[in-house]
């Protein structure tokens, strides 16, 4: 059960759209469409951002989206906003009633 | 409204014991899953394990596997995480959450030093 991979930092300016990428292995995210993002302000709670690889939560606003490519899950965020910088994690399940995160990325709005 | 409430900060030595709650309200406890989450400080989440109230079977990843232990208290709706053994690089927030991850408990600290 090693962590997914995603980049420790991304950044963008106002109104641009970034990515940012969750790598895993055919055991977790290529096996099943069971991708979660969460976003998490310094202190505060995890949020549920996506869920089931593109689903997102009532109240979450549609500039944010999920998809997936083989063993790689992205998220991506448009017309991104100053209140858009956080910290981004991924989670997948892993077969056998098993989840695994990644290791979180740093979003910068410049 | 769904909320979850976790206990107060620990303070341990190694070699001590953890048992940390999530009392539950706002939906019918049995119905979903609750899962364990922990953070250390300047680090990334880390999945411990879940545990099904109705039945009390438990599921957890393999670093904890041997630790780790989930319960829970249907009549009072609350779910429990006792962690073992505990070393310095235990010290951590550990969250209780909902199946799906929505909802989410509050976070207990857990600080083991000697």
């Known amino acids: 059960q090693s962590a997914l991979t995603q980049p420790a930092s991304v950044s963008g300016s106002p109104g641009q759209s970034i990515t940012i990428s969750c790598t895993g292995t055919?055991?977790?995210?290529?096996?099943?469409?069971?991708v979660s993002w969460f976003q998490q302000n310094l202190g505060k709670v995890p949020k549920l951002m996506i869920y089931?690889?593109?689903k997102r939560p009532s109240g979450v606003s549609n500039r944010f989206s999920g998809s997936k490519s083989g063993n790689t899950a992205s998220l991506t965020i448009s017309g991104l906003q100053a209140e858009d910088e956080a910290d981004y994690y991924c989670?997948?399940?892993?077969?056998?009633?098993?989840?695994?995160f990644g290791g979180g990325t740093k979003l910068t709005v410049l | 409204q769904v909320q979850l409430v976790q206990s107060g900060a620990e303070v341990k030595k190694p070699g001590a014991s953890v048992k940390v709650s999530c009392k539950a309200s706002?939906?019918?406890?049995?119905?979903?899953?609750i899962n364990w989450v922990r953070q250390a400080t300047g680090q990334g989440l880390e999945w411990m394990g879940w545990?099904?109230?109705?039945?009390?079977?438990?599921g957890y990843a393999q670093k904890f596997q041997g630790r780790v232990t989930m319960t829970r208290n249907t009549s009072i709706s609350t779910a429990y995480m006792e962690l073992s053994s505990l070393r310095s690089e235990d010290t951590a927030v550990y969250y209780c959450?909902?199946?799906?991850?929505?909802?989410w408990g509050q976070g207990t600290m857990v600080t083991v030093s000697s």
């Open positions: 959450a909902s199946s799906g991850f929505d909802f």
């Open positions: 706002g939906y019918t406890f049995t119905s979903y899953d």
């Open positions: 545990m099904n109230p109705n039945s009390g079977n438990t």
């Open positions: 055919s055991s977790d995210v290529g096996s099943y469409n069971l």
């Open positions: 089931e690889g593109s």
């Open positions: 989670c997948s399940y892993a077969g056998s009633s098993t989840r695994v």
